[in-house]
T-cell receptor
């Protein structure tokens, strides 16, 4: 399976700031997923996207499924300390997922 | 509560030893997966099973083996053939093709 290109690799943000991260692929996907992982735990699903062009929100999180089916972005608005963690994108066309390498977010209080 | 349970949380292996990681789910999901996670990398697929008594190799299956005798259980054995087994291992499950995967809390395997 291919690895997706996720950027940035890491970011330091000020509490209250909005942040954005994105994921690109050389192949198209029918489903894009965004997960958050806290240290020592498994990833938790944040948002699932099933249709090209789809824009979906979950609280302060907003994600979009790119119109080309080859990319997706995740925005976090008004960052808070508990937003710290690693965010992963994943694309899927069948039972298998391909993952990005993750974006590590650290919030400065 | 429904969920995925991985055990143990931490596991140590001696050189030349096989170890088995447990994954149990009570979500009635058909498909189950094993991933390996190394620092700074995304999750890589080891094995997956879409149905009981059937499983397929993922991208990095060498040195690993699995079984799927029951719908709720998908144990992973890390064999002595896996020369670099130190990693965080994650189990996941999903109901179907368009449903997102849900993960357990992982097992961290280290070499003594």
């Amino acid at each position: 399976g291919q690895q997706l290109n996720q950027s940035p690799q890491s970011m330091f943000i000020q509490e209250g700031e909005d942040v954005s991260m994105n994921c690109t692929s050389s192949s198209i996907f029918n489903t894009w997923l965004w997960y958050k992982q806290d240290p020592g735990e498994g990833p938790v699903l944040l948002i699932a996207l099933y249709k090209a062009g789809e824009l979906t929100s979950n609280g302060r999180l907003t994600a979009q499924f790119g119109i080309t089916r080859k990319d997706s972005f995740l925005n976090i608005s008004a960052s808070i300390p508990s937003d710290v963690g690693i965010y992963f994108c994943a694309g899927s066309n069948d039972y298998k997922l391909s993952f990005g390498a993750g974006t590590t977010v650290t919030v400065r209080a | 509560d429904g969920g995925i349970t991985q055990s143990p949380k931490y596991l140590f292996r001696k050189e030349g030893q096989n170890v088995t990681l447990s994954c149990e789910q009570n979500l009635n999901h058909d498909a189950m997966y094993w991933y390996r996670q190394d620092p700074g990398q995304g999750l890589r697929l080891i094995y997956y099973s879409q149905i009981v008594n059937d499983f397929q190799k993922g991208d990095i299956a060498e040195g690993y083996s699995v079984s799927r005798e029951k719908k709720e259980s998908f144990p992973l054995t890390v064999t002595s053939a896996q020369k670099n087994p130190t990693a965080f291992y994650l189990c996941a499950s999903t109901q179907g093709l368009v449903q997102p995967q849900h993960f357990g809390d992982g097992t961290r395997l280290s070499i003594l």
